[in-house]
């Protein structure tokens, strides 16, 4: 069985989102390990998440797309409070932000096909 094309352009945009947090998850964990390690455990869930799909059809790959995209809200989330809190460098938390928006619209576009 093989994953459908939006299913591999997002995982692959989200193997591109953890190429982006090294320096990021450092900075931030800096100031605050719990909120660093919340970061890194959303954006391995969207990555994970997506992969697993892969091996399910109907509702259960679904449900994968779903647990992806909240995992992807959660990533912005966290990247949007450790700009907020001065933890990053806006420039390196932005891109991270816009690879994990990317992600998330990807995963809804699955989620909504018309």
Same mark, same amino acid.
């Given at each position: ?24 998850l450092k900075a931030v964990? @800096?100031?605050?390990?719990? #909120?660093?390690?919340?970061? @890194? ?5 969207v990555v994970l998440n ?12 679904r449900l994968r797309y ?12 966290? #990247? ?17 932000? @816009? ?14 096909? @018309?």
């Amino acid at each position: 069985m093989s994953q459908p094309i939006p299913t591999f352009q997002a995982l692959n945009l989200s193997y591109d989102l953890i190429a982006a947090l090294p320096g990021v998850l450092k900075a931030v964990a @800096r100031h605050d390990r719990p #909120l660093a390690d919340q970061l @890194r455990r959303a954006a391995q869930s969207v990555v994970l998440n997506l992969a697993e799909s892969g091996g399910h059809d109907g509702g259960n790959r679904r449900l994968r797309y779903q647990s992806a995209f909240g995992s992807a809200q959660e990533t912005k989330a966290a #990247l949007h409070i450790a700009r907020c809190l001065g933890y990053v460098d806006a420039a390196d938390a932005d891109r991270a932000f @816009r690879l994990a928006d990317r992600v998330a619209g990807a995963c809804w576009r699955m989620l909504h096909k @018309r």
